[in-house]
C-alpha cells in the first residue's frame, strides 16, 4: 500500500510534527507520543460513550504521508458468520476517511479530524457488532466515490 | 384516567454516565413495548362506545348504572405488547350498582354478555370467557370487559367479579379491588430515595419537574413483565399482578430504573432464599386474597420461576460489569428480546448519526465521549467519509 499523500502539496504549509504534537497534548494528554525527525506515533485510549469498551489505538503519521490508525487492544472482533469488518483495511487498520478527498489535509491537526473520526468510528463499530449494521455511511474502494465518479463510469457500471 | 408517556428528553440527551446510558435504553425498550398513544385513544374510544351500549335507557342494564372503567396494566399504565401477538389484552371492569348477593355470578355475565351481543358490531367481535366478554379488535387489542357488582361486605372499592370453575363447571364469586389496588401502586410510584448525599448536609439537587416523566417503577414493571414474556412459554404462568404486586413492594423510590431493577431483582431472590413455602404475594388491598395461590397449587411453576429470577438477576449484574454497547446488547437481548433491543440500539445509532450530519456532533478531549456539548473540552467532529473495505 502506498503511504503517502496524494493530498500533499509541499507549497502548502502542512502542520509540522512537532506542532502536531504539541497540539495532541493539548487535546489529548493521555495519549502517549514517540518521536523520531518528523515521524510521530501517538497511542492512547478511546472510548466513544460511556457504556463502551475503551479501545487502545495507535496513530502513525509522517508528515507528507497519510495519518494511519491501528487498534492495538481489545482485537477487532467481526460478527459470528461473517469474515469482515466495515471500513478497514486490514484486521486492525482502520480507515476513517476518504483519501484524496479533502476530509484530511496535512494543514490539519490530528487532534481535529483523526482522533475525533477514531472515537466515532469505534461507535458505529460497536453498535454494527450489536445490530449487523453499520449506521455511520461511508463508502468501498470497489463502488468508488461519487465525487470521483463521473457520468460515463457510472453507466458503464449500471451496464454491467 | 391518563396515560403516562415516556420521558421525552431521553430521546434528546447525551448520557454522560454508563448508568444514564442503561436507562436510557431502557426507556427506549419500555416505550416501544407498551400502547401507544394513539393505540391509548383508540382504545379509550373504544371502551366509551362499549359503556354507551350498555348504560344506554333501553339497555336492560340501564336500572344499575353500568360504569366502565379501566383496571390493571391500562389503569396502572404498565402496559406490555404480549410477545409474538399484534394484540394488547386490555382489562376494563363493569361495575353495576348491584350487590353481590341478589345476583348470582352467572346472571350477571350472561347479562352483561346479552347486551354486548345485541348489537351486530359487537356480536361478531365477542367472546365469552372465564371471566369476562371479550371484545376482539384485530391488529388492536382484545377487550376483555370484567363485568362487577359492589362488594358490600367488604365496602370501599370493592367488587365482585363472576369467575368460571372449569373443575366442576360451575359460576362462583371472585374478589377484586381494581380501585383500590391502582391506589396502592401509584402511592408507591411516588416514594423518593433519600439521596446520600442530603444526609451528609449537601442540598440535592431537585429533579426538574417533568410531566412526561413516567415513575421508575413502572418502568421496572414492564421490564421485568416483558422478561417473563421472553422466559415463560405461558404468559399466565407468572400473572402480572405478582410480579407487580412484588415489584413495588420492594420498590424503596430509586431514580434509575437499572438502579431499580437490581435492587429488585437482588429483594425477590433473598425472599425467596428466605421462605421455606413458596412465596405468598397478599392483595395489599385485600389480605384475604392471595395472588400466588397459582404458586402454592402448582409447585413446579414456583420452582421455575426461583431458577428464572436467579438467572435473570445473575445475568443482570453481570451485564452491569460489561464494557461494550454490543457485549451488553447480547445479553438485553437474552432478557427483553432481540428484535426490541437491536432495533432501540439502532435508532440510538441514527440519532448520532443526526447530530453528525448537522455538525453539531463533538468529541470530549483526553476520553473520546461524543457529546452534543460545544465547549473548550469538546472538539467539533467534521465531516468524513469512512472508507475501506
Known amino acids: 500500500m502506498v503511504h503517502r499523500d496524494r493530498n500533499y502539496n509541499p507549497k502548502e504549509r502542512a502542520r509540522t510534527i512537532d506542532q502536531q504534537i504539541v497540539n495532541m497534548r493539548a487535546n489529548f494528554p493521555n495519549f502517549e507520543c514517540k518521536r523520531s525527525r518528523n515521524k510521530a506515533t501517538w497511542i492512547g485510549l478511546l472510548q466513544p460513550t460511556p457504556s463502551s469498551n475503551s479501545y487502545k489505538v495507535e496513530i502513525k503519521y509522517q508528515v507528507g504521508d497519510i495519518p494511519r490508525v491501528f487498534v492495538r487492544a481489545p482485537a477487532l472482533e467481526t460478527r459470528r458468520g461473517e469474515n469482515k469488518i466495515p471500513h478497514t483495511y486490514s484486521k486492525n487498520e482502520i480507515c476513517v476517511y476518504l483519501p484524496g478527498s479533502n476530509e484530511w489535509r496535512p494543514t490539519m491537526f490530528i487532534a481535529d479530524t483523526i482522533i475525533p473520526w477514531t472515537s466515532v468510528w469505534f461507535f458505529y463499530y460497536e453498535t454494527w457488532l450489536a445490530t449487523g449494521k453499520w449506521c455511520g455511511g461511508g463508502t468501498h474502494p470497489e463502488k468508488r466515490t461519487p465525487y470521483i465518479k463521473s457520468d460515463t463510469e457510472k453507466s458503464r457500471r449500471d451496464a454491467i | ?389
Open chain 2, 1 to 389: 384516567m391518563s396515560i403516562t408517556m415516556l420521558r421525552k428528553a431521553t430521546s434528546r440527551r447525551f448520557p454522560s454516565s454508563a448508568t444514564q446510558q442503561l436507562d436510557d435504553l431502557l426507556y427506549q425498550i419500555c416505550d416501544k413495548l407498551q400502547l401507544s398513544q394513539t393505540q391509548f385513544k383508540l382504545a379509550e374510544e373504544r371502551y366509551k362506545v362499549v359503556g354507551d351500549w350498555l348504560s344506554k335507557e333501553d339497555s336492560p342494564l340501564y336500572r344499575y348504572l353500568p360504569k366502565i372503567y379501566p383496571q390493571g396494566s391500562l389503569k396502572i399504565g404498565t402496559t406490555v405488547k404480549p410477545k409474538g401477538q399484534v394484540e394488547f389484552d386490555l382489562d376494563l371492569v363493569c361495575e353495576l350498582k348491584i350487590d353481590h348477593r341478589l345476583i348470582t355470578p352467572y346472571q350477571l355475565i350472561m347479562q352483561v354478555w346479552d347486551r354486548i351481543t345485541s348489537n351486530e358490531t359487537y356480536k361478531s367481535l365477542a367472546e365469552l370467557k372465564k371471566r369476562c366478554v371479550r371484545l376482539n379488535y384485530k391488529k388492536e387489542f382484545h377487550l376483555d370487559i370484567l363485568p362487577a357488582c359492589l362488594d358490600t361486605e367488604m365496602g370501599g372499592t370493592c367488587i365482585r367479579i363472576p369467575n368460571y370453575n372449569k373443575t366442576n363447571n360451575t359460576w362462583n364469586w371472585a374478589a377484586s379491588n381494581p380501585k383500590g389496588y391502582a391506589q396502592w401502586f401509584e402511592d408507591k410510584c411516588k416514594f423518593r430515595l433519600v439521596k446520600e448525599e442530603a444526609i451528609e448536609g449537601v442540598d440535592p439537587v431537585p429533579e426538574p419537574e417533568d410531566v412526561d416523566n413516567k415513575p421508575t417503577l413502572k418502568l421496572a414493571v414492564q421490564l421485568i413483565k416483558r422478561w417473563r414474556d421472553i422466559v415463560f412459554e405461558n404468559r399466565e404462568d407468572i400473572p402480572s399482578i405478582i410480579l407487580t404486586t412484588l415489584i413495588a413492594q420492594l420498590y424503596r423510590g430509586e431514580s434509575s430504573v437499572s438502579d431499580c431493577l437490581t435492587s429488585i431483582l437482588y429483594g425477590i431472590v433473598s425472599m425467596i432464599s428466605q421462605s421455606p413455602e413458596p412465596l405468598e404475594v397478599p392483595n395489599p388491598t385485600n389480605q384475604e386474597e392471595d395472588f400466588a395461590e397459582k404458586w402454592q397449587k402448582d409447585p413446579g411453576l414456583y420452582e421455575s420461576f426461583c431458577l428464572e429470577i436467579s438467572k435473570f438477576k445473575e445475568q443482570w449484574n453481570n451485564m452491569l460489569q460489561l464494557k461494550g454497547i454490543d457485549r451488553k446488547a447480547k445479553v438485553l437481548s437474552r432478557l427483553f428480546g432481540e428484535d426490541i433491543v437491536t432495533s432501540v440500539i439502532e435508532e440510538f445509532a441514527q440519532r448520532i448519526s443526526a447530530y453528525r450530519k448537522d455538525d453539531s456532533l463533538y468529541v470530549s478531549k483526553s476520553s473520546g465521549f461524543l457529546t452534543n456539548n460545544k465547549s473548550s473540552q469538546s472538539i467539533l467532529v467534521r465531516k468524513n467519509t469512512f472508507y475501506g473495505a
